[in-house]
């Protein structure tokens, strides 16, 4: 049998199996298939491909730079024929899932409404959403795990687009106590873990102040860092738009920076070379009319 006969579709999910989960065994539990007849397949494909596809050791099994190399592949064929059959079935009415990401603060100031009218307009729509700091959903989209993200700009990479949501107006918040901005020497500075943008800015922004904080907290949520800062363990930084719908029942006050560090962009970015399907681009479209 000649390679293009060896590398048919049930052989590369086979493959792609036993790569993804470590084990020959795991991998035939997982698709309810025989753990010899598995390991005969990925046999025959290696002695057909002429090469080694994994070690095997007492654990399980690990790729080989070639196996590495065939994983990359056949995920992107994958991606390929999904790609083809969502192409095939759109009739431009948008149904089916829309994985998106978001900053935590994007997501409970501004996604809200945008996403209480999206779902109006197209109910037949599955909108999932991730939150999380904007360097973590810069590669997510990369590699295809979302559709698109709301992130902190600038972002500049080849194979994304961006379209302008909005411009944030970054503030240091604090508790209703008084404050200078020499008091930052001695306080906690509470942020979100490592990959926030409005952290870097925040990091940029003292580093230029020459300030060193007296101690770093990180959280994984935005009501974690208003709650912990109203109760007087810290400082941080957050959108002014954030600050302003939890001030009054948090007691918190709001200090400006220099615009310098205080003013950044919020985006939507996407691939470029992956087809749009009918959710994503009728999301696109009406983030465009908010603008």
Known sequence: MNEANAMDLQSLKFFQAVAKSGSISKAAREMNYAQSNLTARIQQLESELQTELFYRHHRGTTLTDKGILLLAYTEKIFRLIDEAQQVLRDNDTPRGPLLIGSMETTAAVRLPHLLARFHRAYPDVDISLK??????????????????????????????????????????????????????????????????????????????????????????TLDGIIGCVAAGLGISMLPRSVVEKHAKDHHLRQHAIPSRFGKVETLFIYRKDNHMAAPLRKLIEMIRDDE
């Open 131 to 220: 939150t999380g700091p904007t360097e973590q959903h810069v590669e997510d989209v990369l590699n295809y795990e979302l559709d698109g993200a709301f992130v902190a700009g600038p972002i500049a990479h080849p194979d994304l687009a961006c379209q302008k949501v909005v411009e944030e107006e970054l503030v240091l918040v604090t508790d209703a106590s008084s404050f200078s901005i020499k008091d930052m020497r001695n306080r906690t500075i509470l942020v979100f873990r490592q990959g926030c943008s409005y952290r870097a800015r925040f990091e940029e922004w003292l580093r230029h102040e020459g300030v060193i904080p007296d101690k770093t907290i990180e959280f994984g």
